[in-house]
């Protein structure tokens, strides 16, 4: 997969007139479903699947590829400016990100978001073309354990995202984990905190508790508070999109971002939320000003951001080169691909090169499309915060309703949004910050996961935990990131009280 | 349940031998019925979300009804959750509905019986059998097991040491390798069963050699194992499957009465008239009979099991009795 002519000769397919339209078609299409909340990429393809039974296969699926970037990057508008992620991958966004909005530099925010989501997005797209089989072959050797350790790491983003008060911070991820729990476990068959309702046997939706407990709670916390809660945007006709400085602090972290967005989305380690984690945990542990994180960092959304794209072109290759689909979008792109009577595996290349390279050439285009399309877009997205906060928040309101009930058609769905939205009031109310919940409601079932395959391929022999290299690299590193700070501080500690110089406290912020 | 066991085989093989007949008998006919009278409207329930086995199924049983006119309009309605529990219980209350069908299968069948649900297969009116997927054992490429047998050595002699990946707790891949062990003289709950989610993730895992072996249905490793990367010891069907060249069936391998496939069907509320109830199976008949319904399975590599009515019916009895028998083995029904 490493030639330079069959990408040229992909270009040549993806470039002309019909299927530069269904990429067009599909990035609105994506960029729209993106902002929406609830409603994400993988079920509009399922959608759009009995639709384009009569288009050619590649039309179809330059257009899904459309789709799947252009949810990514949608997703981030309404994370940013109103703090309602649209998909799960943007929840680490609307931390920084909306409180940057707060301060009058949405601008920056969405501009730094579109600019990383295009350099990862091209970047990946690149390795993509040039590397898949070498990757993929890296990807099948990590394990159970492996991912374990993974998803131990990307816990570690909670104690960036605790806020002011520990104790409630772990109340709030120990709610998370609860909620987690509910369901059918998978391993054992056996039905988990279900409360005797049939409709809670598949768990709670994740994308429904990010949208009830940040969008509806959020719409309830403004009409309880309205006179205390101001968007104190100075004045958005003078922002700029990015100065020399933003430039200057983002650019790293879309690299790191990418760096971990896609070797994650070969592997199905979960979605696309564990990158964006671990994105943002590092950003805070490389900052020179960690205290900004939780306030209105720039590298908090420009790391994140360049992840969840680096996280979807990832997903494609262990798609194309062997048929195996590590997220839930590449899941259903493979149904498409049976759908054309393909079957996608370790064949595709040699039997469809026109449709694989015309696919990986239209991910170029899309993401240059997507760019143009979002960068001008920023003032106007900006300007939607001058819709009057009754009208806005009612919107809000209603889509978040409507896209809970479009997913399933059932109303259930509807009455447990209204129920985690009130839940959502409530902890704002009080002081809890949410995004703790919410990853511990995604990570610990992805862990506990993990725990007990890796468990069950071993026998129930626990070293089997620390058997590979990787695990013993990834929690080495965890051992030192943890104590070494810890050491320093003593050490600075001591030396300050020698020194008779009274220690300050950390400043700390709620989410 | 112990005492029970020696009854359960005895009516596992019943039912067998049954399967193995009806099987014959579905796909001999397939005349086609001329006489089908056209539906008005129908409704069909797809009981999982859209792009799911039975959403493509539904999909593919309105547009073949459409094409060769047997009905004039026909909508699929996605009713997703639990196993198709969910839209079983939404669909089984409304007695005698006219124009509402229902697809079901061996996974509404097991989940069913492994949730405890109080409305069960038998509040709806068995319609036919449409399709199934046969279920296929793999081994990596540079596994030592060479044969099926030597594998179920392996398992026989430490059954810890032999993790083997496939779908959910409960799924058409524990059923069989269930079953299978059972015949094999193995207690299917001593069996390392590692349960992986649907798609790509215990192709990984066998990929990256992290597992002993793998169970799913063909099209799930067909590509690998034409690839050379996975080798296929078994195929749970009696005869030769198309896409699964060349690998053992499972009577080449010495266990016939394990024939076994994830079947999907229709159905219909119950309560209606023999009248309406010989309007569908009509209907569908012809539809399995027309151009457009052959094409669809060829394309998207369905093997044909069709068995209509009251055939159907005694059928899915017998294949009741051998799916909770193991089902209880595993400890999954209570």
Known sequence: MDGISELLAGFAV??????????????IVGTMIGVLPGIGPALTIALL??????????????????????????????????????????????????????????????????????????????????????????????????????????????????GGSMLRGFASLGLG?????????????????DFGLVRLLDGIDTVLLIVGLFAIGEVLYVAAHQQASTFGIASVAGQRWMTREDWRRSWKPWLRGTAIGFPLGTIPAGGSEVPTFLSYSLERRLSRRPEEFGNGAIEGVAGPEAANNANAAGALVPLLTLGIPTSATAAVILVAFQQYGIQPGPQLLDTEPALVWGLIASLFIGNAILLV?????????????????????AGIGLFALVGAYAVNGSSFDVYLLLVVGVLGYFMRRFGFPIAPLIVGAILGPLAELQLRRALDIAGGDLTTLVSTPFTVAVYSLLVLVLCVPALLRLRTRRAQQAAGVPTPDRESSTV | ??????????????????????????????????????????????????????????????DSLQKADLARQVEVTNVPGASGTVALAQVAPQKGKKDLLIMSGLAMMSGVLTNGTDVTLDDLTPVARLIGEYETIVVPASSPYQKLDDLLAAIKADPKKV???????????????????????????????????????????????????????????????????????????AKPVESMPGVPTIADVGHPGV?????????????????????????????????????TLKERAWEDTFLAGDEFGTWLGQEQTRVSGVLTELGLVK
């Open chain 1, 14 to 27: 993806a470039l002309t007139l019909a299927n530069l339209g269904y990429a067009l078609i599909g990035t």
């Open chain 1, 49 to 162: 699947l009995p639709l384009t039974y009569g288009l050619e296969p590649s039309g179809a699926f330059i257009m899904f590829a459309g789709i799947y970037y252009g949810a990514m990057y949608g997703g981030s508008t309404t994370s940013i400016l109103l703090k309602t992620p649209g998909e799960s991958g943007s929840i680490i966004t609307a931390i920084d990100g909306n409180k940057m909005a707060r301060a009058g530099r949405g601008a920056a925010a969405l501009a730094t978001a579109a600019i990383g989501s295009f350099l990862a997005g091209t970047i990946a797209t690149g390795l993509l073309a040039v590397a898949a089989p070498r990757i993929v072959d890296l990807a099948v050797r990590l394990g159970a354990p492996d991912y374990l350790a993974l998803m131990v790491l990307a816990f570690m983003c909670v104690g960036s995202l605790l």
């Open chain 2, 163 to 237: 993790p083997i990946a496939g779908g959910s707790a409960g799924s058409a891949d524990q059923i069989f390798i269930g079953l299978l062990a059972k015949e094999a003289g193995i207690d299917p709950a001593k069996v390392n069963y590692v349960p992986f989610s649907g798609g790509g993730e215990a192709t990984t895992a066998l990929l990256g050699n992290k597992v002993a072996a793998g169970v799913a249905g063909t099209g799930e490793f067909q590509e690998q194992v034409k690839a050379g990367k996975l080798r296929a010891l078994v195929v749970s069907a």
């Open chain 2, 1 to 62: 349940m112990r005492i029970t066991r020696t009854g359960t085989i005895a009516a596992v093989l019943a039912a067998l031998v049954a399967t193995v007949s009806a099987c014959g008998g579905g796909s001999a006919k397939g005349g086609g019925d001329q006489g089908a009278k056209q539906l008005a409207r129908l409704n069909i329930i797809a009981p999982a979300a859209p792009g799911s086995g039975w959403d493509q199924t539904a999909r593919a049983v309105q």
């Open chain 1, 177 to 193: 984990l609860a909620i987690g729990l509910v369901g059918i476990d998978f391993q054992s068959g056996q039905a988990r905190l």
């Open chain 2, 259 to 295: 024939e076994f496939y994830n079947w999907r069907s229709i159905m219909a509320p119950n309560g209606l008239t023999a009248e309406q109830k010989k309007a569908y199976v009509d209907a569908v008949t012809a539809m399995h009979a027309s151009d457009g319904w052959k094409t």
């Open chain 1, 373 to 393: 399309l979002n960068l001008p877009l920023v003032g106007l997205w900006v300007k939607m915060l001058h819709i009057p906060k009754p009208y806005l928040y």
